[in-house]
C-alpha cells in the first residue's frame, strides 16, 4: 500500500510537471505498478483465506476485498482489450477509422499514378525504447530507411535547403535593413511558375526565372532575375528596383552577388543577398522542447538514402527512389470500425451574447445503425462501441468544421462496476455486523450484571 501511494504521488508530480501520456509510460502502466497491484492482490487473498473457517461476521470483510481483486481484474482487461481513442470527420465527410493514443511508424510506396500501397508498419513507442538505444533500420526499395532521433517535445518550423530533386526551384534569402528595419527572408520558387512574388512590407520581392515575362505593378518593387548561366563557384543575380517616390519607375538595375549591399533609395533601406540555391526546398525542422506546451508535438528524425527528415506526429515525409515515390508517416495508430460514419450535421449552442460555446452536437449517419445525434451526456452505443461528443474545430470565421467524438470499448467496464458493488456492499455489512454484535454483546453484559 506504501509503495503504490508512492508511485500514485509520482505520477501525480510528473502529469503536473509534463503531461498525461508521460506519466502514463513511466508511472501508471509501468511495470512497478503492475507488480504492486498483482502483490496487493496476493496479500488481499492471503488474507481472506487467513480468515478461514469463516464465519458470519466476516461477510462484509471478505465482500470488499473481493471486490477489491474483481476491480483490479477489470481494470486489467480494460487496459489489454479496451479501446479508447478518437474520430473525427468534417461536415459530409465519412471516416471509419479510430485514432488510438499507441503509434506506429508506417512507409507507403507509389508507383507513377497508382495510389499508394501499405510497405511496411511497425508500432512504436520511441518514449520508452528511442532510437539512440533501439535502432530501427529498414531496407525500402534499393535504400536503407533509418530512424536516427527523436523528441518526445518539439516545436515545428521551417528552413530552406538545398535540394538534390530536379523537380525542385531556386531559392534567395534576401535582407531589407535600415535604422529601423531588420527583415531577412527566403523566397522559394516552385519551378512550375516563372515567378514567385513575396511581400516584406517595405517593398514587394519578386524571384523571376531568366526569361519570366514579369509586369511591374507599381510600389517599391524588386526584381531579382536569374541568370541564363549560373555559375556554382560565384553564383550572381540580376537585381531592377522600382520606386513610388521616383513615380513608379526603376531606379536602378545590375548584378548581385552574394553579400553584396545595393541602397534602394527608400527610407535608407539597403539590400543585401545573404543565400542563392539553385535547387531547394522548404525543409520542416522541429525544435526541441524540455516541457510540453500548447504547440508541442513529438518528432522523429529519419534518413532515407543520405536524405535527412524530421517528421512530426501525424505527418509525413515524401522520399524518391528511381520511379518510385515513398511515403514515411510517423502517425497514431489506427482502428477499423468496420463500418462508416458520416457526418451530416453540427450544431453549436452559445451562451448569450457570447461566442463561448455552451453545447454542440452531431447528427451522424452511421451504416448498418441509421441516424443517430450525439452530444453532451447523450453518446450513441453501437457493436460494442459508446461514442462520446468530445470536442470540434472551427475555421477563422468562428463557423464550426470538423466534429470530434471520443470512442470507447471497455470490456473490463462490468468487472469495475461489479468490484465497485462488492466494495460497498461489503462495507454496508460490515457496519451492520458491528452495530449488530455490539446489541448482542450489550445485552450479554446487562444480563451478567443483572
Known amino acids: 500500500m506504501v509503495g503504490i501511494g508512492i508511485l500514485s504521488a509520482a505520477g501525480t508530480i510528473l502529469e503536473a510537471r509534463y503531461d498525461a501520456d508521460y506519466a502514463r509510460e513511466f508511472i501508471y502502466q509501468s511495470p512497478y505498478m ?18 478461514y473457517p469463516w464465519k458470519p461476521h466476516h461477510l462484509g470483510f471478505i465482500l470488499s476485498h473481493i471486490g477489491i481483486i474483481v476491480l483490479c481484474l477489470g481494470s486489467l482487461m480494460t487496459r489489454l482489450y479496451g479501446v479508447d481513442g478518437s474520430i473525427s470527420f468534417d461536415i459530409g465527410q465519412t471516416n471509419r477509422f479510430v485514432s488510438l493514443r499507441n503509434r506506429e511508424l508506417a512507409v507507403f510506396a507509389s508507383f507513377a499514378d497508382s495510389p499508394p500501397i501499405l510497405v511496411k508498419s511497425q508500432p512504436v513507442d520511441f518514449l520508452l525504447h528511442p532510437p539512440s538505444k533501439e535502432p530501427i533500420v529498414w531496407d525500402v526499395g534499393h535504400k536503407k530507411l533509418t530512424v536516427q532521433a527523436y523528441d518526445n517535445w518539439a516545436v515545428q518550423d521551417e528552413t530552406v535547403v538545398a535540394s538534390k530533386n530536379p523537380q525542385s526551384g531556386p531559392a ?13 527572408q527566403w523566397i522559394n520558387r516552385p519551378t512550375s511558375d516563372p515567378y514567385d512574388v513575396f511581400d516584406l512590407g517595405p517593398a514587394r520581392v519578386v524571384l523571376a526565372s531568366a526569361t519570366a515575362k514579369y509586369q511591374y505593378k507599381g510600389g517599391n518593387e524588386i526584381v531579382l532575375r536569374e541568370l541564363p548561366h549560373e555559375d556554382p ?12 517616390l521616383a513615380g513608379n519607375k526603376r531606379t536602378s538595375a545590375g548584378q548581385l552577388h552574394i553579400a553584396d549591399v545595393v541602397p534602394t533609395g527608400w527610407m535608407g533601406i539597403q539590400l543585401r543577398l545573404l543565400r542563392y540555391l539553385p535547387k531547394a526546398e522548404q525543409r520542416v525542422i ?61 450544431t453549436v449552442g452559445h451562451y448569450q451574447g457570447t461566442d463561448r460555446a455552451k453545447s454542440y452536437r452531431s447528427q451522424v449517419n452511421v451504416a448498418g445503425y441509421g441516424k443517430a445525434k450525439i452530444y453532451m451526456n447523450h453518446p450513441l452505443k453501437y457493436k460494442g462501441y459508446t461514442f462520446y461528443q468530445a470536442s470540434f474545430q472551427q475555421n477563422n470565421q468562428g463557423q464550426p468544421t470538423t466534429s470530434i467524438l471520443s470512442v470507447n470499448r471497455d470490456p473490463g467496464r462490468w468487472l469495475k462496476y461489479l468490484g465497485s458493488f462488492l466494495i460497498v456492499l461489503g462495507t454496508i455489512v460490515m457496519f451492520w455486523f458491528k452495530r449488530y454484535r455490539m446489541k448482542i454483546f450489550g445485552k450479554r453484559d446487562d444480563e451478567e450484571a443483572a
Open 172 to 184: 534567395v534569402r534576401v535582407q531589407l535593413k535600415n535604422n529601423f528595419v531588420n527583415l531577412a
Open 286 to 346: 522541429y525544435l526541441k522542447k524540455n516541457h510540453p506546451n500548447g504547440v508541442t508535438t513529438s518528432a522523429v528524425q529519419v534518413d532515407f538514402g543520405g536524405d535527412s527528415h524530421w517528421i512530426g506526429l501525424n505527418s509525413t515525409v515524401q522520399f524518391f527512389d528511381k520511379n518510385v515515390a515513398y511515403y514515411v508517416t510517423y502517425r497514431n495508430a489506427l482502428l477499423d470500425l468496420g463500418f462508416n460514419m458520416t457526418l451530416d450535421k453540427f
Open 233 to 244: 563557384v560565384n553564383p550572381v543575380l540580376r537585381y531592377e528596383i522600382y520606386s513610388r
Open 34 to 51: 503492475y507488480i504492486l497491484l498483482s502483490l496487493l492482490c496476493v496479500c488481499l487473498f492471503n488474507v481472506i483465506i487467513d480468515r
